[in-house]
């Protein structure tokens, strides 16, 4: 091949240009800094017990940055993780010596200021719920709303709020919440649980509305359509001046889909089956195709005869198409989770935990996280969402049980095995044998299993439950269930309404256990905050439920007292509960005719000198020498 000199200089030439522009722009890119467009936690606090902290950092290419340094007093860089995704690095760094100030972190050339804050307490002074409280759950978007509110926020994925629809957002909020907080104190109760705050930014449309808040999307931000974090905390402390503690819902089994892990995975196993992300692009577009769905049944994970099917479907399916679930056995995941518990203990001031579908993410890690944070905060308490009905099964999952090969170190659980007993003896006529209030009995029975039964949380209904009342206004059965939910050696938790007959099943849909409270929303003709805005029978069940609530509030009795329970006898169950000279009886008749508690088969509870107690709702006297007729389905709390 024969090439002219003037053409070979013309193609020298050209490559001479096109090498010294590429030299040029690798120049160019090597000078440019680095831009990062995020860490979580936002900020950290020293002073921890254990002094390491994972930041994660994410940043287009993040990944390949050569080297992080500081030179702030105290801190060490341990080490860097490098993920699959280049869009993330993981700093760990131990911060033993480190004082409160402002951390400067380099990315080679990009420099990032990072604040370490002094924490207002030692965490041994952090106390959280007991048997002393009575937790009362509702949901932020069902309750009430304040008057800054705005329907529609810029930045938020689509959404539409429409109280008429059941399944959409209705504009409850933090603000309208704070304005309320006079009947909480009304009331009685001395916690409050709201269903999850945390950033929920996923597309209103059909079945895939998250207005219930387990989807979430920023595990460091409250949704702006509930407040911000500042509100959050301003809230909090508005609580505290009140008498009133605040129980934080969290999910670490899942996430919502639009968290931005979705779409851009840190490691390939971040998620259980994140092959399916793969093969459907990781899009909204693309839920409800084909993924491994959770079988709702957790009875494998204790199981000792458990299928690896069976158990792969409870942990590692998804507990819907919208959430994916995460995984807990990616150790830099957990501690990420680990931290943002610590966090919002840290940052707002809650005083306990409510961990979401808590046996579906795997044990191991969980413990850990139990573990750690209990060695943290000694005196704080997180309670678990436990949802199996045998008593057996809730008392495994309980801190120092010896019914469990491994350690929870989850203090307390939900006492599903109360909620569902109560809840098919009330339609019952109580027996010589299993129906009706013999079904408590049986139930209460093996409390031995429990390591504290303290330290278990008892129920009549919550967001996930038909209401106690389903379509009904059985005031009788509701005192009835309130009774024994209140004397008994558990934490009574109370569902939102509950105190003015609020009513619905989930035969429909979930929204008609969860509907809006009367008078939290502008222009809503009636309000059940005030006693003159409530029915007759509204009001009824309000004195009742607020009397005994006040009466509970302290009582040595109830909180560290004794419990005997006897077999029904001639359909009347009777509790009791007794603490030094003190004691206090629960009588429930269930029966729906007249009915005798005689009083010569209890004589064992009651001193010589005791002749007489008083009813703590009505102050009237009864004697306790003497046969106590009861009404239909009466229910009565005696003291003396």
């Keep these: ?131 002393s409280d009575v937790l009362y759950l509702l949901m932020p978007d069902r309750f009430a709303q304040g008057p800054n509110h705005q329907s529609q926020l810029k930045g938020m994925r689509s959404y539409k709020e429409d109280r008429m629809a059941p399944s959409l957002r209705h504009g409850g909020d933090l603000e309208g919440l704070q304005q309320h907080l006079d009947y909480f104190n ?93 093969q459907s692009g990781g899009t909204s577009d693309s839920r409800g195709t084909d993924f491994l769905q959770t079988s709702y049944k957790l009875t494998p994970v204790l199981d000792p005869y458990a299928s690896e099917v069976d158990l792969r479907e409870t942990t590692e399916g998804w507990f819907v198409s919208t959430m994916p679930d995460l995984n807990q056995n990616n150790p830099h995941l957990m501690r990420y989770l680990i931290q943002n518990s610590k966090w919002w203990i840290e940052t707002a001031g809650i005083d306990g935990i409510r961990m979401d579908t808590y046996p579906y993410a795997f044990r191991k890690p969980m413990a850990a996280w139990m573990k750690e944070l209990d060695e943290e905060y000694p005196n704080f308490n997180t309670v678990g969402e436990t949802w199996v009905t045998e008593p057996a099964y809730t008392a495994a999952w309980q801190k120092d049980s010896k019914l469990s090969d491994e350690n929870s170190y989850l203090k307390t659980v939900m006492d599903f ?104 929303f502008p222009g809503d003709e009636q309000t059940a905050f005030t006693r003159e805005g409530r029915t007759k029978i509204q009001n009824e069940m309000f004195d009742w439920l607020s009397k005994v609530l006040h009466w509970r509030q302290g009582n040595e009795t109830i909180i560290r007292g004794y419990q005997t329970q006897f077999i029904p006898y001639k359909g009347v169950y009777v509790i009791a509960r007794r603490w030094h000279r003190h004691g206090v009886l629960t009588i429930i008749n269930g029966t729906r005719r007249n009915a005798t508690m005689e009083m010569k088969r209890y004589a064992e509870l009651f001193d010589a000198d005791q002749t007489e107690a008083e009813d703590i709702v009505t102050g009237r006297k009864y004697s306790l020498r003497k046969d106590l007729s009861l009404s239909p389905r009466q229910a009565l709390i005696l003291e003396y």
Aim: proline share 5%.
């Design 1 to 131: 091949m024969h090439i002219e000199n003037t053409n070979l200089e013309q193609v020298m030439q050209r490559l001479f240009l096109l090498t010294a522009i590429l030299f040029a722009n690798i120049l160019t890119m090597s000078a440019a800094k680095l831009t990062i467009d995020r860490i979580d936690p936002t900020d950290w606090y020293v002073g921890m017990k254990n002094p390491s902290l994972q930041l994660m950092v994410y940043g287009k290419g993040v990944r390949d940055v050569e080297q992080v340094t500081t030179d702030y007093p105290g801190v060490v860089i341990d080490s860097l993780v490098r993920l699959d995704s280049p869009n993330y690095l993981l700093v760990y760094l131990n911060l033993k010596d480190a004082k409160p100030g402002t951390m400067t972190l380099k990315f080679g050339k990009t420099k990032v200021n990072y604040q370490l804050k002094q924490r207002e307490m030692s965490g041994d002074k952090r106390v959280g719920f007991d048997i």
């Design 186 to 278: 009304q009331l009685g109760v001395t916690a409050l649980w709201f269903t999850p705050i945390l950033e929920n930014d996923s597309p209103d449309h059909g079945q895939w509305s998250t207005y219930h808040g387990y989807a979430c999307t920023d595990y460091y931000r409250v949704d702006p359509r509930f407040g911000s974090n500042q509100q959050y905390r301003q809230l909090i402390d508005a609580c505290h001046a009140k008498g009133l503690k605040v129980v934080m819902d969290m999910i670490f089994n899942h996430c919502g889909f639009e968290h931005p892990w979705v779409a851009d995975l840190p490691s390939k196993d971040w998620l259980n089956l994140p092959g399916w992300l793969e």
């Design 417 to 520: 095995s109360f909620q569902e007993k109560l809840d098919s003896a009330k339609h019952e006529i109580t027996d010589g044998w299993w129906r009706g209030m013999n079904r408590l009995y049986n139930s209460f029975c093996y409390d031995y299993l429990y390591p504290n039964p303290s330290s278990v949380m008892a129920f009549l209904d919550n967001h996930d439950t038909d209401r106690f009342l389903g379509d009904g206004q059985d005031i009788t059965a509701l005192k009835q269930g309130l009774a024994l939910l209140l004397t008994v050696r558990r934490i009574p938790q109370l569902y939102y309404g509950t105190e003015i007959m609020m009513n619905g099943t989930k035969a429909v849909t979930d929204g008609h256990v969860r509907k809006d409270f009367p008078g939290g």
